[in-house]
């Protein structure tokens, strides 16, 4: 009996010495973890997962143009010599590569990523066509980390379904834009149920405006030339981002 209530008692001392420390270590990891979102607020739309490393050789797919026509839909953006770029969300560098091209020399392409490893493929594919002008930059859950007021354009093509913390991101994006620069979203239809893609890995023009518009954006010229995406452009919306005092 003796025994026993000595084990009981330190198995007490023990838990009101560490049941303190583990509830603190709880709720700051709790605090300082991002908040992932299964749906979009505003829209109630599926988050879809991102695409590990270990998909890479999917982004570099040899049929992808034929596919996607990823060189018509820089046509049809305008992208021009000279221009400072970027591109969220890169992968490997499959269409940041062909911007870096389009803007030449005199140009800037900004190449972001979630995954070193993904920046680390795109550094070497970016060396072996020799090209200089390509600069990558590992981005956040919420933070693209792109320059302020640099970009002319930025370009996310298959990205912005997959994008955890959608709304703090459009404020990255929004503050990385020169004054007249221009967001496009190239995203899978979902009105057309014959894209072979999965449901949550394509979007409506009606949930991209909505999410979009309500970050300080307006949606312009919806171009529908592409076999399967839709190329949304935005461009940065004064009165609405003056409302919610952003520059």
Known sequence: MIHQFYEISWRRQIERRWVPL???LLVLTAAS???FQAVHPLTGRR???VMGAGGADW???PEREAEENVEGALNAIGIQAGMTVAEVGAGTG???LRMAKRVGPGGQVYANDLQAEMLDKLRQNAAKAGLANVRTVLGGETDPKLPAGRMELIVLVDVYHELSQPQKMLQGIRAAL???GRLVLLEYRKEDPNVP???EHKMSVAEAKTEVEAEGFRLGPVIETLPRQHILVFTKAAAAGAAAGRP
Request: charged content about 25%.
């Open 59 to 61: 982004l570099d797919r």
């Open 197 to 199: 893609i999965r449901p």
């Open 22 to 24: 583990v509830l603190l």
């Open 33 to 35: 973890a991002p908040a």
């Open 47 to 49: 988050i879809a997962g």
């Open 178 to 180: 020169k004054p007249d």
């Open 94 to 96: 499959y269409v940041a």
